[in-house]
C-alpha cells in the first residue's frame, strides 16, 4: 500500500471514537495551523529523514484547494476531513519517526542487533494527536542528546558542500611521506581546506607544492577522524577516504542519525561503550569520555554469507554452515572478571583453526597446553582422533590452561549473554597497530586490560589492582604491598578460586553497550567517519534511501 495511506484505517477507527470530532483542522480558517505543521515536516530533512515520507505537500494541497473554491467545489468538506486525516497520519508518523527511529532495528537486523528496544505494547499511537499543542508537542519531542544534536549540526554543515567540484583524487606513486612531491598534492591540500582541516591563513596553495610539515599535520588530523594510523603518509587508505564523495558523508550522518534515535546514553550515568567500527572501548560517566582503549572486534562475515547461510539451513549439513565470527551489537552488564582464565575452545575454531594446527604439528596441544576431555573425563592427548575434530558433533572438549600464550590473555572481563562473547586480554598484540581490527572470533580483545580493570577496581570492598597484578604474576615493586596481599590472599579467594583461576566479583556492575557507529562528532567538534566494516550501513541505506527512490532524483 501507498505510504501516503497508511494508518487510514487505524485512524478511522480513533474518529470513530471522537464522533469524527476534527483534532487539529477544525475550519476553514486554520491554514496557520496547517503551515505550520506541515512546516515541521517539510524540515524533516534536518534530521535526516526524507520530508517525502510525510507528504505536507499533499497535505496542503487537500486543505488549499477546499478554501480556496468555496462555490464551485461540492467536495470541499470531504477534502477538508482528507486533509485533517492525512495530516494526523503523517504528524503520527513523524512523531513515531524521531522518538523510535525509521527503521526497528530488531526486525532490519534481526540476527545482530540486541539492545533493548521501548517496549512497542506501551507505545501510545496516538499520544501525539492527544496534545493541547501538537506544535509544541514535536518541538519537544526532537532528540535532545549531545551525540545527536551535534551531529545533525554536521549533517547542515556537510550538505553545504554537495554540488561542488569534488575531482577523484590519484597519486603518482604508491605513496607520498614527507617531503614527496607530486602533482596531486594541490588537489588533496584544497580538499583538506574544503574538510576543515588545514588552515588559509598559514598555508597557501601554489603550483610548486611538495609535502609540507604543515600538510603532513593536516592528513595526521584526516586520518585521525577517519580511524586511520596517524602517520601522515598517504597511501591507499587515506587515499580511499579522500575520495569519499560529499553525498556519501550525507548519507553516513544520516544513517547514524537514525542509530542516535534508536537509543539515548543520557539517561545512563556511568557505563562502558564498545564502538565495534572505531575499534575502541570508551569508559562514559556523566556524558564525559574518561579514557578509551583499543580493541579488536570479530571477523566480518563473509560476502556471500546470505546465500551460503540459506543453504545451509536446507542442508543442516556442517560443511555448507559459512563462518560468522561478527561481535553482536548487544546490552548487558559487566558483573566480573576472571583473572588466569582457562579458554574452552569453541566447536567453529576446533574445526577452523585447531585442526589446520594439529595437520601442521602433532604436538600443537601439548605445546599450546591444551587438554582434551570426553564425556567430561580428560583423556590423553595420543588417544585424540583428529579426523572427528572436523564431524558435525565433536566428540572433545578442549581446554586451553592459564599461564603464557592461553588465548584469553591473564583477565577475561565477564557479562551475561546468550552468544559466548566477552571482553578479554591476549597475547596477540600486532592487531593493535592496525587501523582495522576485525581479527577476532567474536569476543572483544582489550589492548590494555590493566588499564581497564584499574578502572572497574575503583572503591572495590577487596580488590585493588596491585592484588590484581599480583594475582596474574606481574611485578609490583612496593614490599608493603606484596605483604599486604599475601597477607590477604586466602580471603580474595575464598568463594571464587579454582586453581590458578581466580573470579573478582565485582562490588557493583557496569551497564555495557557493543554498539555500531560509523559517524560521530568528537568532544574537539570534528566530525569522524569510519569504515563500515560489517557492512550495517549498506544495509541501512538500501532501506532508508532504495535505489529508485536516488535515481529519481537524479
Same mark, same amino acid.
Request: charged content about 30%; glycine content about 4%; overall charge neutral.
Given at each position: 500500500?501507498?505510504?501516503?495511506?497508511?494508518?487510514?484505517?487505524?485512524?478511522?477507527?480513533?474518529?470513530?471514537?471522537?464522533?469524527?470530532?476534527?483534532?487539529?483542522?477544525?475550519?476553514?480558517?486554520?491554514?496557520?495551523?496547517?503551515?505550520?505543521?506541515?512546516?515541521i515536516l517539510?524540515?524533516?530533512?534536518?534530521?535526516?529523514?526524507?520530508?517525502?515520507?510525510?507528504?505536507?505537500?499533499?497535505?496542503?494541497?487537500?486543505?488549499f484547494?477546499?478554501?480556496?473554491?468555496?462555490?464551485?467545489?461540492?467536495?470541499?468538506?470531504?477534502?477538508?476531513?482528507?486533509?485533517?486525516?492525512?495530516?494526523?497520519?503523517?504528524?503520527?508518523?513523524?512523531?513515531?519517526?524521531?522518538?523510535?527511529?525509521?527503521?526497528? =532495528?530488531?526486525?532490519?537486523f534481526?540476527?545482530?542487533?540486541?539492545?533493548?528496544?521501548?517496549?512497542?505494547a506501551?507505545?501510545d499511537?496516538?499520544?501525539?494527536?492527544?496534545?493541547?499543542?501538537?506544535?509544541?508537542?514535536?518541538?519537544?519531542?526532537?532528540?535532545?542528546?549531545?551525540?545527536?544534536?551535534?551531529?545533525?549540526?554536521?549533517?547542515?554543515? !556537510?550538505?553545504?558542500?554537495?554540488?561542488?567540484?569534488?575531482?577523484?583524487?590519484?597519486?603518482?606513486?604508491?605513496?607520498?611521506?614527507?617531503?614527496?612531491?607530486?602533482?596531486?598534492?594541490?588537489?588533496?591540500?584544497?580538499?583538506?581546506?574544503?574538510?576543515?582541516?588545514?588552515?588559509?591563513?598559514? !598555508?597557501?596553495?601554489n603550483?610548486?607544492?611538495?609535502?609540507?610539515?604543515?600538510?603532513?599535520?593536516?592528513?595526521?588530523?584526516?586520518?585521525?577522524?577517519?580511524?586511520?594510523?596517524?602517520?601522515?603518509?598517504i597511501?591507499?587508505?587515506?587515499?580511499?577516504?579522500?575520495?569519499?564523495?560529499?553525498?556519501?558523508?550525507?548519507?553516513?550522518?544520516?544513517?547514524?542519525?537514525?542509530?542516535? &534515535?534508536?537509543?539515548? !546514553?543520557?539517561?545512563?550515568?556511568?557505563?562502558?561503550?564498545?564502538n565495534?567500527?572505531?575499534?575502541?572501548?570508551?569508559?562514559?560517566?556523566?556524558? &564525559?569520555?574518561?579514557?578509551?582503549?583499543?580493541?579488536?572486534?570479530?571477523?566480518? &562475515?563473509?560476502?556471500?554469507?546470505?546465500?551460503?547461510?540459506?543453504?545451509?539451513?536446507?542442508?543442516?549439513?556442517?560443511?555448507?554452515?559459512?563462518?560468522?565470527?561478527?561481535?553482536?551489537?548487544?546490552?548487558?552488564?559487566?558483573?566480573?572478571?576472571?583473572?588466569?582464565?582457562?579458554?574452552?575452545? =569453541?566447536?567453529?575454531?576446533?574445526?577452523?583453526?585447531?585442526?589446520?594446527?594439529?595437520?601442521?604439528?602433532?604436538?600443537?596441544?601439548?605445546?599450546?597446553?591444551?587438554?582434551?576431555?570426553?564425556?567430561?573425563?580428560?583423556?590423553?592427548?595420543?588417544?585424540?582422533d583428529?579426523?572427528?575434530?572436523?564431524?558435525?558433533?565433536?566428540?572433545?572438549?578442549?581446554?586451553?590452561?592459564?599461564?603464557?600464550?592461553?588465548?584469553?590473555?591473564?583477565?577475561?572481563f565477564?557479562?551475561?549473554? =546468550?552468544?559466548?562473547?566477552?571482553?578479554?586480554?591476549?597475547?596477540?598484540?600486532?592487531?593493535?597497530?592496525?587501523?582495522?581490527?576485525?581479527?577476532?572470533?567474536?569476543?572483544?580483545?582489550?589492548?590494555?586490560?590493566?588499564?581497564?580493570?584499574?578502572?572497574?577496581?575503583?572503591?572495590?570492598?577487596?580488590?585493588?589492582?596491585?592484588?590484581?597484578?599480583?594475582?596474574?604474576?606481574?611485578?609490583?615493586?612496593?614490599?608493603?604491598?606484596?605483604?599486604?596481599?599475601?597477607?590477604?590472599?586466602?580471603?580474595?579467594? &575464598?568463594n571464587?578460586?579454582?586453581?590458578?583461576?581466580?573470579?573478582?566479583i565485582?562490588?557493583?556492575?557496569?551497564?555495557?553497550?557493543?554498539? !555500531?557507529?560509523?559517524?560521530?562528532?568528537?568532544?574537539?567538534?570534528?566530525?569522524?567517519?569510519?569504515?563500515?566494516?560489517?557492512?550495517?550501513?549498506?544495509?541501512?541505506?538500501?532501506?532508508?534511501? =532504495?535505489?529508485?527512490?536516488?535515481?529519481?532524483?537524479?
Amino acid at each position: 500500500m501507498d505510504s501516503t495511506y497508511r494508518f487510514i484505517d487505524t485512524l478511522k477507527e480513533f474518529y470513530s471514537s471522537r464522533q469524527l470530532k476534527p483534532v487539529i483542522i477544525k475550519s476553514f480558517e486554520d491554514g496557520e495551523v496547517v503551515n505550520a505543521l506541515t512546516g515541521i515536516l517539510n524540515r524533516a530533512d534536518e534530521h535526516g529523514l526524507n520530508p517525502d515520507e510525510y507528504h505536507a505537500e499533499l497535505i496542503r494541497n487537500e486543505f488549499f484547494n477546499a478554501v480556496n473554491d468555496t462555490i464551485e467545489n461540492p467536495n470541499r468538506h470531504e477534502q477538508l476531513a482528507m486533509a485533517e486525516i492525512l495530516l494526523s497520519k503523517a504528524i503520527i508518523k513523524y512523531a513515531y519517526d524521531l522518538r523510535y527511529g525509521y527503521v526497528n =532495528p530488531r526486525v532490519l537486523f534481526s540476527d545482530s542487533y540486541f539492545i533493548p528496544l521501548p517496549d512497542s505494547a506501551s507505545r501510545d499511537l496516538f499520544e501525539p494527536l492527544k496534545q493541547e499543542n501538537i506544535l509544541e508537542y514535536l518541538n519537544k519531542i526532537q532528540p535532545a542528546s549531545t551525540n545527536y544534536v551535534k551531529l545533525q549540526k554536521a549533517l547542515k554543515h !556537510y550538505n553545504n558542500y554537495l554540488g561542488l567540484d569534488w575531482p577523484v583524487i590519484t597519486i603518482s606513486s604508491p605513496k607520498l611521506e614527507e617531503g614527496s612531491t607530486d602533482p596531486s598534492l594541490k588537489l588533496i591540500a584544497s580538499r583538506l581546506i574544503t574538510l576543515g582541516l588545514l588552515d588559509t591563513s598559514a !598555508y597557501k596553495l601554489n603550483d610548486s607544492l611538495f609535502y609540507d610539515s604543515t600538510l603532513v599535520d593536516a592528513v595526521k588530523k584526516f586520518q585521525k577522524i577517519n580511524g586511520l594510523n596517524e602517520d601522515g603518509v598517504i597511501g591507499s587508505g587515506t587515499l580511499e577516504r579522500l575520495n569519499i564523495t560529499p553525498e556519501q558523508y550525507v548519507k553516513t550522518i544520516k544513517i547514524n542519525l537514525e542509530r542516535f &534515535r534508536w537509543i539515548d !546514553y543520557a539517561n545512563t550515568p556511568q557505563y562502558l561503550l564498545v564502538n565495534i567500527p572505531d575499534f575502541k572501548v570508551f569508559a562514559v560517566e556523566n556524558g &564525559r569520555k574518561l579514557f578509551d582503549i583499543k580493541v579488536c572486534t570479530g571477523i566480518r &562475515r563473509p560476502a556471500n554469507f546470505q546465500a551460503r547461510n540459506e543453504i545451509y539451513k536446507k542442508t543442516k549439513k556442517i560443511r555448507d554452515k559459512p563462518d560468522d565470527w561478527e561481535t553482536p551489537v548487544l546490552y548487558s552488564e559487566l558483573a566480573y572478571m576472571v583473572l588466569n582464565p582457562t579458554w574452552t575452545v =569453541p566447536a567453529s575454531i576446533i574445526r577452523e583453526e585447531i585442526l589446520r594446527e594439529v595437520t601442521k604439528d602433532s604436538n600443537y596441544l601439548q605445546i599450546k597446553n591444551f587438554k582434551v576431555y570426553k564425556e567430561g573425563m580428560e583423556i590423553n592427548l595420543n588417544e585424540v582422533d583428529i579426523k572427528e575434530f572436523s564431524s558435525a558433533r565433536i566428540p572433545y572438549t578442549i581446554v586451553q590452561d592459564p599461564g603464557a600464550g592461553n588465548a584469553l590473555g591473564k583477565i577475561k572481563f565477564m557479562f551475561r549473554n =546468550p552468544f559466548g562473547v566477552y571482553l578479554h586480554d591476549t597475547p596477540s598484540r600486532a592487531p593493535f597497530s592496525k587501523s582495522n581490527r576485525a581479527v577476532s572470533h567474536g569476543c572483544v580483545r582489550v589492548e590494555k586490560p590493566i588499564m581497564l580493570a584499574e578502572y572497574l577496581l575503583r572503591d572495590h570492598s577487596k580488590w585493588n589492582v596491585d592484588f590484581l597484578k599480583l594475582e596474574i604474576g606481574q611485578r609490583v615493586d612496593d614490599r608493603a604491598i606484596r605483604s599486604d596481599y599475601e597477607r590477604k590472599r586466602t580471603a580474595l579467594r &575464598r568463594n571464587a578460586s579454582f586453581g590458578k583461576t581466580t573470579d573478582i566479583i565485582l562490588d557493583r556492575k557496569i551497564p555495557l553497550y557493543i554498539d !555500531y557507529y560509523t559517524a560521530w562528532v568528537d568532544d574537539d567538534g570534528y566530525v569522524n567517519f569510519r569504515e563500515d566494516v560489517y557492512r550495517k550501513d549498506k544495509v541501512l541505506s538500501d532501506y532508508m534511501f =532504495p535505489e529508485k527512490e536516488i535515481i529519481a532524483q537524479r
